[in-house]
Every structure is written in C-alpha cells, then in structure tokens.
C-alpha cells in the first residue's frame, strides 16, 4: 500500500522566529503553532504524507477539538466529538487529492457513531437524529470498529463465537484505516490491536488514530486489575504508533499555559504561552516525552530558570 501515497499541497510551514536547543533536543527552525483549523489539517495532512513516505505504517494524531488553545473538557462530550468528526472530514481530503478516497477506510467507534458520521443507519435510510454528518457524501468506505447490542456488551458474542472483528470489515485493497476516537472504552483500542493484528500488519496498510487518548494506556490512567490480558497487548501496541501530528494544551493555575507540539518529522516542542499571546520555545526532543513529564518537569524547570 505503501507504492501509493497521497500528495498534499500546502504552503511552506511557517518557521519559528528563533532556534532552541535543549536537552535531548534539536537545533534548527521549528514548525510554528497553527493559528486555525485550516492551517492544523494542512500541518497534519504534510505530516501524515512525510510518516508515510518513511514507512510509517502506525501514526498517531492528537489534537484539541474544542479550540486551539482548549484542554480536554472545555466543552461538553458531544460538541467535541462532533468537532473531531468535521476535521477528521478533512483531513481525508489527503486521500482525495490522490484519486484514492474510494479506497481509504474510515472506522468509527461503534454503529450509532457510524451512524451519526454518515447521517445513514443499518437499512440503508437516513437518519433522523438531524445532527451534522460530514461524512454523508464521503465517497470512502466507512465502518465501525465495535459491535452493538447486549450480547457484545456482556461478552457472550465472544464467548459464542458469534463475535465479528473489525478485521473481517475491510479489504485486501484498502489504502489506509483512518480511525476516529477510540477512546470511549478500552474495547475500541482493543479492535484497533485486533484489526493491525489481522489485517494492518499482514497487508502492511497504515494505521492512523485520530484522538485516541494513547496516553491513558501508556501510562496507569486504568487500573491494574480491568482487562489486564487486554491492557497488556494495548501497552505494547500503542507505544508503536508514531505521534506524527501532537498538540496538546496545559492549563496551569499560575503562570504561563503550555504546549507540547510536533508535526513529524520535526521533533517535540515545549512552548509557554505568554499573557501577550506569543509563545516561547523552552524544550524540544526528537522523542516523546508524556504529558506528565512536560507537566511535572519540563514546564517548571522552564519557569524557574525564567525567574533567575
């Protein structure tokens, strides 16, 4: 799959207007912040482009659906996700570009998400739920990554045998899985393992998440004792996926906010955010460096020196 990639025209990124050299980091222009949506799914679609030219096959996008400057929770649970959906519509105008969208592969987390995505129920019918769908005209094939019903939910449909991976709904010419926001429960990253298990890694297609939440299953967000087989196959497949497009704010109670940025193949940067409304590269590493790093160490490492 990887013979095809798509191109993506943009402008030239715009350079920070300094250089920063860190610990463990790297010297040269930077990419700047985006300063709109537009300009983040430009900065995304060159990053997913450039990851899969290196044969990148798992890639990760995060981002802040509710504002560029937003933290998780700003805004109610269904605003967000629905945000994420309009720009996920977007940044699958990468495979447009490239005459492939007929054969990218858009998963949802279940069938009501698919649902809602594509304005469509399982007859075929339009919904009558009246929320957007930015996927209503999307020529790609769309599907969903976890089953619905009480017979999923309670285990019995794996128990049976009656349990249909998200695998089994795709095909051998599939360009890439472009997957939404698994990250309501664990089951849905469970189905993202099983489906580059069974079909990403055999056929070798790329595996892009589009705010999966990976930190909680990198670090100990669940707990030891739920799911642990699961949670044991997760913790080894999600440190595997590139963050090839990561912008995350910090919201502090004193102080300047902070951001951890990358847009690949640049490296990861730390920047505050002054009451003047620029912002000031203090960190950069090639590596990612966790929130809770960034939060507990680099930012206030930042902040002392900047009092001296």
Known sequence: MLAQ???????????CRHRCRAAGGTAGPLQQLPTSYRELVQQCQGAITAALADGVLLQEVQFPPAGLESVPGDAEGNFE???????????????????????????????????????????????????????????????????EGLLTTSGLSKLLGWHVPASARTAPDDVAYLVSQPSLNIDEMVQV??????????????????????????????????????LDELRVLAPRFEAVYFLHNFKRSSGPSAVLFR??????????????????????????????????????????????
């Open 263 to 308: 847009a690949y193949p640049g490296p990861f940067q730390v920047l505050l955010r002054e009451q003047d409304g620029s912002t000031r590269v203090v960190h950069t590493q090639p590596s990612y460096p966790g929130l809770k790093a960034v939060a507990t160490e680099i930012v206030p490492r930042a902040l002392a020196a900047r009092r001296k």
């Open 193 to 230: 393992a099983e489906l580059e298990r069974n079909a990403g890694r055999p056929r070798r297609t790329p595996i892009i998440t589009v705010n999966a939440e990976l930190e909680r299953i990198r670090t100990s967000y669940y707990p030891p004792f739920w799911a642990r087989a699961e």
């Open 81 to 147: 996700s629905n945000q994420v959906l309009k720009h996920l519509r977007n940044i699958a105008r990468l495979w447009q570009t490239a005459d492939m969208q007929e054969r990218l592969r858009v998963f949802f987390p279940d069938e009501s998400e698919l649902a809602l995505a594509t304005a469509r129920v399982s007859d075929g019918t339009v919904s009558p739920a009246g929320q957007p769908a930015p996927f209503a005209e999307f020529a790609g094939r769309c599907t969903y990554l976890c089953e």
């Open 5 to 15: 990639l798509p191109q993506v025209c943009q402008p030239r990124p715009r350079p």
